[in-house]
């Protein structure tokens, strides 16, 4: 025969303070460092303010709790119903500051949202101390684990995480799982620990691996660095002949007197478009290859990026004669 288990009313149950979820959830779309929408696309993600408002919402306990169970029904008394608004401003207060984006890693900040957590849990494990299975279900040193399921971009889990708790995500789609081994399986795991990378050529060492403790996945965000920096310039070795600066030339600045002063110096490309190429079908340019682009307008935004290949467009664009392609130069 199962046991019930007590389970005390929770904040979630009561109120929560929308409006300055809603803003700081709102806000994170026009986040562009250090959320996770940077790490992956993932198109049904959910904001980390309201996972992280709904967890703390559903973990910490109600103020009305103890009385609600011990008056099952009845309607309390105004004086106790003032007393818990007022408790109540306290956590909205510990939750408004929780959901800003300023604070995700506010360790002040989330420190007391999780000692909120552990004081509820308590409260969770003395009402069920005579459960059969206390000792492994109500231990009050350990917060439960969070499991979910239909992980997607991991807001959930990773936000469990934030607040304190052993977190376990899964999902079908093996994008998902990777996003989630990046985010919350493989930092903790080098959580405070130094980067062993090489520095990246003409760094120096000592500034950085002195000043630094490395506090949580610094350390191993500067590897990612290091080995960005080293896939970049093996690319530059094996590849960057294919892609020359460009000098500007009379001819080039002929139509386009902006790029005068420019005349003689090489500009790096910024971006290239490459196009297949066949020979012309016209008999009299047979020995011409022709690009197979369906255009070679590179922007409509600004006026001077006009579609027209050998002359350069915007910041010295032009089209370049290869082997087998054209390439078209920003
Ligand atoms: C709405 S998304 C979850 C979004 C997530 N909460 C977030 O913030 O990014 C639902 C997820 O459920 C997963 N899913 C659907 N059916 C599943 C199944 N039978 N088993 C495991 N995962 C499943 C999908 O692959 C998808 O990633």
Same mark, same amino acid.
């Given at each position: 025969?199962?046991?019930?288990?007590?389970?005390?009313?929770?904040?979630?149950?009561?109120?929560? $303070?929308? #409006?300055?979820?809603?803003?700081?959830?709102?806000?994170?779309?026009? @986040?562009?460092?250090?959320?996770?929408?940077? !790490?992956?696309?993932?198109?049904?993600?959910?904001?980390?303010?309201?996972?992280?408002?709904?967890?703390?919402?559903?973990?910490?306990? +109600?103020?009305?709790?103890?009385?609600?169970?011990?008056?099952?029904?009845?309607?309390?008394?105004?004086?106790?119903?003032?007393?818990?608004?007022?408790?109540?401003?306290?956590?909205?207060? @510990?939750?408004?500051?929780?959901?800003?984006?300023?604070?995700?890693?506010?360790?002040?900040?989330?420190?007391?949202?999780?000692?909120?957590?552990?004081?509820?849990?308590?409260?969770? %494990?003395?009402?069920?101390?005579?459960?059969?299975?206390?000792?492994?279900?109500?231990?009050?040193?350990?917060?439960?684990a969070l499991h979910?399921?239909?992980?997607?971009?991991?807001?959930?889990?990773?936000?469990?995480?934030?607040?304190?708790?052993?977190?376990?995500?899964?999902?079908?789609?093996?994008?998902?799982?990777?996003?989630?081994?990046?985010?919350?399986?493989?930092?903790?795991?080098?959580?405070?620990?130094?980067?062993?990378?090489? !520095?990246?050529?003409?760094?120096?060492?000592?500034? !950085?691996?002195?000043?630094? #403790?490395?506090?949580?996945?610094?350390?191993?965000?500067? +590897?990612?660095?290091?080995?960005?920096?080293?896939?970049? #310039?093996?690319a530059f070795q094996?590849?960057?002949?294919?892609? $020359?600066?460009?000098?500007?030339?009379?001819?080039?600045?002929?139509?386009?007197? /902006?790029?005068?002063?420019?005349?003689?110096?090489?500009?790096?490309?910024?971006?290239?478009?490459?196009?297949?190429?066949?020979?012309?079908?016209?008999?009299?340019?047979?020995?011409? +290859?022709?690009?197979?682009?369906?255009?070679?307008?590179?922007?409509?935004?600004?006026?001077?990026?006009?579609?027209?290949?050998?002359?350069?467009? %915007?910041?010295?664009?032009?089209?370049?004669?290869?082997? /087998?392609?054209?390439?078209?130069?920003?």
């Amino acid at each position: 025969m199962t046991h019930p288990v007590k389970s005390p009313k929770k904040l979630i149950e009561v109120a929560l $303070p929308l #409006d300055a979820i809603n803003v700081a959830a709102a806000r994170e779309k026009s @986040i562009r460092h250090g959320h996770p929408s940077t !790490l992956h696309l993932w198109w049904a993600r959910r904001p980390l303010a309201a996972a992280r408002a709904v967890l703390f919402g559903q973990l910490v306990n +109600d103020p009305s709790w103890k009385w609600e169970l011990d008056h099952p029904g009845e309607v309390p008394p105004n004086h106790l119903k003032a007393s818990w608004a007022a408790s109540r401003k306290r956590l909205f207060a @510990i939750l408004e500051d929780l959901v800003k984006w300023e604070n995700t890693t506010n360790e002040e900040v989330l420190e007391k949202a999780r000692a909120e957590i552990r004081k509820s849990w308590r409260e969770t %494990c003395e009402l069920n101390k005579d459960h059969p299975q206390a000792a492994e279900l109500f231990n009050p040193e350990k917060l439960p684990a969070l499991h979910d399921p239909f992980a997607g971009g991991g807001t959930i889990p990773l936000e469990a995480q934030r607040l304190g708790l052993e977190a376990y995500a899964s999902d079908l789609n093996p994008v998902a799982v990777l996003i989630n081994k990046a985010m919350i399986e493989i930092p903790p795991k080098f959580a405070g620990r130094a980067p062993v990378g090489p !520095l990246p050529k003409g760094e120096r060492s000592g500034s !950085l691996q002195l000043q630094h #403790d490395w506090p949580g996945a610094t350390g191993l965000a500067e +590897d990612v660095r290091r080995y960005g920096a080293w896939m970049r #310039d093996e690319a530059f070795q094996r590849i960057g002949h294919l892609y $020359p600066p460009v000098e500007v030339t009379a001819a080039m600045a002929k139509d386009r007197p /902006d790029l005068k002063p420019l005349i003689g110096q090489k500009l790096t490309v910024i971006a290239w478009l490459w196009a297949r190429t066949v020979k012309s079908p016209n008999p009299a340019f047979r020995h011409v +290859d022709v690009p197979l682009a369906s255009t070679f307008i590179l922007s409509r935004a600004y006026p001077g990026c006009a579609a027209r290949p050998w002359a350069l467009l %915007c910041n010295a664009v032009g089209v370049r004669r290869s082997s /087998d392609s054209w390439r078209i130069q920003t």
